[in-house]
């Protein structure tokens, strides 16, 4: 595997000046990132055919061992504060259990009945997203879990950082970033990881787009959970629906700080009328103001 080998450019680099080390590792980040250029289209198809599939009920499953593990974690957790995706519909599988996020467990990567049974015991389904991810491309407890996954009909989409590794073939939507080897040999924590995590972050952030949870570039679905919160979401409300602060943040307080509504409360309606519309366009803002568009029109029209 191209992620484990030693390059025999850095065999001392423990006798390099720290400076020089932290270059040619800033070096090695830059060119992770640069190694997802060529999957851009990969990762757009997963995403639209993710945002697809999930539906009203389906689930985002997160699924990984070790680092990798880890930023899968990571990056599924912060999609309820980002865009409003409810804890409900997603569920984190890690080798070891969710104690393995902060410890290591030796074995649990290569329990193969793990990842199946956590799969099972989770209900997977057809209506659910299953992401698998393994910098290797090879990990059993992983690799079983997206096995499972699809056999169960759900999604599945595996990204990895070894190009024709047996996950990357498993999953219907494969993701690969060729990081090759670490400046640290074997330390899939630095190169390999950076690129999961941005290939995780492009991944979940076009799902989320494609759910309608985005608008004019805004996280209209995010949760306010603070004081600098409000303040940028009654911003948002303010522009969003054209009027002033206080309005924005009346609309706000009717609606208990859910943005989406609070822009339809903004533009004259009442908050049921608000929640009726919203859930009529599947909690998409940009489809629930235009049918607010088309009803003033009608309105305009039949006086």
């Known amino acids: 595997m191209k992620t484990e080998a030693l390059d025999p450019r850095y065999r001392d680099l423990d006798l390099w000046p ?5 270059e040619a590792m800033l070096e090695g980040q830059m060119a992770a990132i640069a190694a997802l250029q060529s999957q851009t289209a990969m990762i757009a198809n997963a995403a639209e055919a993710a945002a697809e599939r999930l539906g009203d009920s389906g689930r985002l499953v997160f699924v990984g061992a070790g680092t990798s593990g880890r930023l899968a974690v990571q990056d599924g957790a912060e999609l309820w504060p980002t865009y409003g995706w409810p804890m409900e519909r997603m569920v984190f599988l890690m080798a070891g259990g969710v104690s393995a996020l902060t410890e290591a467990y030796e074995g649990a990567e290569d329990d193969v009945e793990a990842g199946r049974a956590e799969i099972d015991a989770a209900g997977i389904g ?3 997203v299953v992401i698998g991810v393994a910098a290797s491309g090879r ?3 992983t690799l079983a879990a997206i096995e499972q996954a699809r056999a169960a009909g759900a999604l599945t989409i ?4 070894n190009a024709g590794s047996a996950l990357l073939g498993a999953a219907e939507h494969p993701i690969c970033a060729v990081t090759g080897s670490e400046i640290v040999g074997g330390s899939t924590r630095m190169k390999a990881g950076t690129a999961q995590k941005a290939m995780l972050n492009l991944l979940s952030t076009a799902i ?4 309608g949870l985005v608008y004019e570039g805004r996280m209209v679905a995010m949760r306010i959970s603070n004081a600098k919160l409000l303040q940028r979401g009654c911003r948002m409300v303010q522009d969003i629906a054209g009027v002033d602060e206080g309005t924005a943040s009346r609309a706000l307080a009717a609606t208990g700080n859910e943005i989406r509504l609070a822009v339809l ?3 004259g309606r009442s908050v049921g009328e608000a929640e009726t519309l919203l859930s009529a366009n599947g909690g998409d803002l940009r489809k ?9 029109v009608k309105g305009e029209t039949d006086e």
């Not at 720290?18 to 932290?22: C, Q, S």
């Not at 595996?158 to 950082?161: E, K, L, R, S, V």
């Not at 629930?288 to 003033?296: G, N, S």
């Open 139 to 141: 990990t059993p407890y």
């Open 208 to 211: 989320m787009i494609r759910r």
């Open 126 to 128: 057809p209506a659910d």
């Open 18 to 22: 720290t400076e020089l080390a932290v």
């Open 158 to 161: 595996a990204i990895a950082n």
């Open 288 to 296: 629930a103001l235009k049918t607010l568009a088309q009803q003033a």
């Open 265 to 267: 409360v903004a533009s």
